[in-house]
């Protein structure tokens, strides 16, 4: 694939979305992929690593990831230019059971850089060919400030949309932020979105799990109606290195995506 725009999300710059085209109309065409997907990109030289896909399969033309500078890769990633050759592998991995989602109510919350598939997932939901598969969508979206939230145009949209509840935090404000100033956690427990008919869908830092995990059972949310997207050490991407696996599955092959009930299945230690 080409590069066909990059723009740096945060203030820190440490997070640079990518917007990719097909080199070839016969690939594109035969790109289908689900909401919390993700591909195997590649820079001649600096190696190969899993990102999950931040478009919607809703947006043709172009596929957009959103990289966090960590090693050389991602570094790579965030000096290269428009016009330059991408390599990819993917579609990769399960996704979100959309299926599963239809005729229910939507909490997503989410943490840090790993919205990224989240925006996938909301921007597909609140498609027109979609919006009406699913019930009432809400949104619960922190960082450490606002000037680290991802996508900051569109959450100023989907703040404008009467389909949808979207309530950002941010751990520290600054003059101008209005929003909330508070821990995921307690947002959630404050929003108080109710169980019944409902799945959450969770992504974040580790430590936003952990506190977030008991707050959703509080609301009596059971361990079958919560989702969330697992990232590990990834090789081949397609259940045969063995790189990725945590008891008898494959982060690559049988997630990303898994429910609180198949992980609660898994050994203590993980
Ligand atoms: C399913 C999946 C989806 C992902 N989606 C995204 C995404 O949308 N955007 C994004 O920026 N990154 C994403 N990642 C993480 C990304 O693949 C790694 O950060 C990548 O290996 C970085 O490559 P690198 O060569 O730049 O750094 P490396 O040199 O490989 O690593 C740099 C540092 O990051 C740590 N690290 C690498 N991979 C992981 C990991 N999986 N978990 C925890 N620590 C790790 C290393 O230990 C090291 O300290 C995803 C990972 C998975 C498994
Ligand atoms: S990355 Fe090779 S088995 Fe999952």
Not at 19 to 27: C, G, I, M, T
Not at 97 to 117: H, Q, R, S, V, Y
Not at 166 to 195: F, H, I, M, R, Y
Request: glycine share 10%; with cysteine; net charge positive.
């Amino acid at each position: 694939m080409v590069v066909k725009s990059a723009k740096i999300e945060t203030t820190d710059r440490m997070l640079r979305t990518l917007e990719l085209v097909f080199l070839r109309e016969e690939d594109e065409r035969a790109f289908n992929f689900t909401a919390g997907q993700f591909c195997e990109l590649s820079v001649f030289g600096k190696g190969e690593a899993p990102f999950g896909i931040a478009s919607s399969p809703t947006e043709k033309g172009f596929l957009k990831f959103t990289i966090n500078k960590a090693g050389v890769l991602t570094t790579a990633l965030h000096h290269i230019e428009e016009g330059a050759e991408v390599g990819i592998r993917g579609p990769l991995g399960n996704g979100y059971p959309m299926d599963l989602f239809e005729g229910k109510n939507i909490l997503i919350i989410g943490g840090g850089f790993a919205f990224t598939t989240l925006r996938s997932l909301i921007v597909h939901l609140t498609h027109p060919r979609n919006r009406s598969k699913v019930k009432e969508i809400t949104v619960i979206y922190g960082a450490r400030t606002p000037g680290l939230l991802l996508y900051k145009e569109e959450l100023l949209d989907w703040q404008k949309r009467d389909d949808l509840r979207l309530v950002l935090t941010v751990d520290q404000g600054n003059g101008d932020w209005t929003g909330k100033v508070g821990l995921v956690p307690n947002v959630l427990e404050e929003a108080s979105p109710a169980s019944e008919n409902t799945y959450a869908v969770i992504c974040g830092p580790p430590v936003m799990i952990k506190f977030t995990f008991p707050k959703l059972m509080a609301l009596r949310f059971t361990n079958d109606q919560i989702y969330t997207s697992l990232e590990k050490r990834m090789k081949c991407g397609i259940g045969k290195c063995g790189r990725c696996n945590i008891g008898h599955l494959y982060v690559c092959k049988d997630g990303p995506v898994f429910s609180y009930a198949q992980l609660a299945k898994l050994p203590k230690d993980y």
